[in-house]
């Protein structure tokens, strides 16, 4: 059974990477042929789909494998699960993962890596052994808050929520949590109430923040909730999930991985509720009086929306289905603002309530028929 629970990780591991990844991956069939024979050297991870090092690496050994691979005649950055294929790792000495080997392409004794984890640590070590200059592309323009002495007392405590990382430059991990910061904060860049922001602590203009914060250890990541100035200080696992995980349940987002909103983005439980009577043969107008009643108080944005769908029920019974299809058809073609797409998301989810409470009506009255 435990042989079981481990191919599975292993296996949802390859299928949340492989999707466009530069990365190679190495199986026993193919590693002497790729690796010893071919005359390229290559690096090459060995990792483990439960080991949490190795899910941080991942953002930085894909841009690693993204900025030589113009050079793939030349050089190959390689994977090798060597959990599941526990034959290469026996055959090169892996005892702990990540563990990151250089060969030169024609000897099975590889040298091993002993840098940092970070892509520039990294990329200066590929390049001064293959001779390959790298090329990286045009950094885009980062979401990430970069926090002073005089800011951080201007963001903290105000309208957002601030998760905020104290780093220092020579720090590895820091190094390595940068990549999957910068993701984070792109993934919340459309959410108003929420601001990732970085501390450089050893800076000049910051190093009183961090004193002041008791920071003695890097990276030291903390939370403000909007209107605190009280930290809280994050323990949890540093993968773009957690954080994203972390983050809705203390600011009350509804991120995914990847900046979308989730199925229950706009949609109100108290409404819900009400919604939810059509099933048990309630009239719409009935529904729509009650739901008009509950709406009075509350503040959510998405009370007119519902309303508005009621409406439009109580005139074409199929028009929840008709709009539904079309924002889902909208949402699937792309090319979407991110403000747009969000607000398309909660519309199809609210749809998705009155949809599900259409469907459920329609059920019973078909089982009625069959009684």
């Known amino acids: 059974m435990r042989r079981l629970s481990q191919v599975v990780v292993s296996a949802l591991w390859m299928l949340s990477v492989q999707a466009g990844s530069a990365v190679m991956d190495l199986l026993p069939k193919n590693f002497d042929e790729v690796v010893l024979q071919s005359g390229k050297p290559a690096l090459v991870e060995f990792f483990a789909p439960w080991c949490g090092h190795c899910r941080n690496l991942v953002p930085v050994y894909e841009e690693l494998a993204q900025t030589f691979a113009f050079a793939s005649d030349k050089i190959s950055i390689a994977k090798v699960d060597a959990d599941a294929h526990k034959t290469l790792g026996r055959r090169f000495g892996i005892q702990g993962f990540p563990t990151i080997k250089w060969f030169n392409g024609k000897s099975d004794k590889p040298e091993h890596y002993e840098g940092g984890r970070d892509i520039e640590s990294l990329t200066a070590f590929v390049a001064e052994k293959s001779g390959v200059s790298p090329r990286t592309k045009k950094a885009l323009p980062s979401n990430v808050e970069i926090l002073d002495d005089q800011s951080f007392k201007k963001q903290v405590g105000g309208d957002q929520n601030v998760l905020v990382a104290f780093t220092a430059p020579w720090c590895g991990h820091c190094k390595s949590l940068a990549p999957i910061w910068e993701t984070l904060a792109n993934d919340f860049a459309s959410e108003p109430t929420v601001l990732i922001a970085k501390v450089d602590a050893e800076a000049p ?13 890097f990276p030291t990541i903390k939370f403000f909730a909007a209107g605190s100035t ?40 108290a409404l819900d509720s009400a919604i939810s009577k059509i099933t048990s ?24 929306y519902y309303l508005k769908v009621l409406a439009k029920l109580e005139a074409n019974e199929g028009y929840v289905d008709k709009e539904l299809a079309r924002i889902q058809g909208l949402i699937k073609n792309g090319g979407l603002a991110p403000a747009k797409l969000d607000e398309l998301t909660i519309r199809r ?10 469907a459920d009506k329609e059920d019973g009255e078909a089982r009625k028929d069959e009684l």
């Open 281 to 304: 043969g309630d009239g719409i107008a009935a529904v729509a009086k009650e739901v008009q009643k509950v709406a009075k108080d509350l503040k959510d944005t998405g009370v007119e």
């Open 230 to 269: 009280t930290a809280v200080l994050y323990e949890g696992k540093r993968s773009e999930a957690d954080f994203v995980s972390y983050l809705n349940e203390q600011a009350a987002t509804h991120r995914t991985v990847g900046g979308a909103l989730d199925s229950t983005a706009g949609t109100i439980a």
């Open 205 to 217: 203009n910051a190093k009183a923040t961090a004193e002041e914060q008791g920071v003695k250890s």
């Open 349 to 358: 989810n609210i749809l998705g309530k009155f949809a599900s409470g259409n």
